[in-house]
């Protein structure tokens, strides 16, 4: 069974930073784009930013341009997310998730397995 697994996340003051990482397993392909979205209650999960499987193209949202970035680690089958000058807005559950299109998508309806979500919480 496929596993997509978070961490990194934790409680950060407003302007700090954090860096959520992600790593699939059990995928039976090597190559395949991931993707970061985020959720808080009572809302829809939103797109956060997206990598494509070699690397080479990224997107994100408005929300957080110019202040997160993406990026695949060495091993394949992992992915971080480095996020800068938080916000409290930025507060949210974090979910990694892999397409198994090479290019991504910015549609959570296109990514085929997503981690548990891990908590990020920024202060004011």
């Known amino acids: 069974q496929v596993q997509v697994v978070e961490s990194g996340g934790g409680l950060v003051q407003a302007g700090g930073s954090l860096r959520l990482s992600c790593a699939a397993s059990?995928?039976?392909?090597?190559?395949?784009?991931m993707g970061w979205f985020r959720q808080t209650p009572g809302k829809e999960r939103e797109f956060v930013a997206v990598?494509?499987?070699?690397?080479?193209?990224?997107d994100y949202a408005n929300s957080v341009k110019g202040r997160f970035t993406i990026s695949r680690g060495n091993a394949k089958n992992t992915v971080y997310l480095q996020m800068n000058s938080l916000k409290p807005e930025d507060t949210a559950v974090y979910y990694c998730?892999?397409?198994?299109?090479?290019?991504?998508?910015?549609?959570?309806?296109?990514?085929?397995?997503w981690g548990q979500g891990t908590q990020v919480t920024v202060s004011s």
């Open positions: 998730a892999v397409d198994l299109n090479l290019l991504g998508s910015t549609n959570e309806r296109d990514f085929d397995f």
């Open positions: 059990r995928l039976t392909v090597d190559d395949y784009a």
């Open positions: 990598v494509t499987w070699n690397g080479e193209i990224t």
